[in-house]
């Protein structure tokens, strides 16, 4: 964890949760302890990685935005969006696929 202090701190790096056991309530400490606010640690995992590998339409909540959405109840997972569509509601999976590979834009 010593070195995932470091790249929070620096308003380059980017997060990935491959290769760390660390969950996203831990993260969010992680970052508070860095004094990184909450809107910023979460850009470093949405939003900064969309724009920088040219990924149109993600990383943010918005109007024709593909939204990847978890919420938390109690800090596990209560309810899950994929491209806006609900996979898990009330710690149910719901059937269908939602996703899509990512692939970076030119």
């Given amino acids: 964890q010593s070195s995932l202090k ?9 997060v990935a949760s491959a290769g760390t056991d660390l969950n996203f309530p831990d993260f969010l ?3 508070k ?14 939003n900064l990685p969309a724009q920088k590998y040219k990924i ?4 943010l909540i918005k109007e024709n ?5 978890v919420l938390l109840k109690d800090g596990k997972p209560s309810h899950v969006f ?4 609900p996979v898990l509601n009330e710690g149910v999976l719901m059937p269908g696929l939602f996703g899509q590979i990512l692939r970076p834009q030119n």
């Fill in 6 to 14: 470091e790249f929070l701190s620096s308003p380059i790096a980017l």
């Fill in 29 to 31: 400490t992680l970052a």
């Fill in 33 to 46: 302890s860095q004094n990184l606010s909450v809107e910023k640690a979460v850009a470093k995992l949405t």
């Fill in 56 to 59: 149109k339409k993600r990383g």
């Fill in 65 to 69: 935005y593909f939204a990847d959405i």
């Fill in 82 to 85: 994929v491209n806006g569509q």
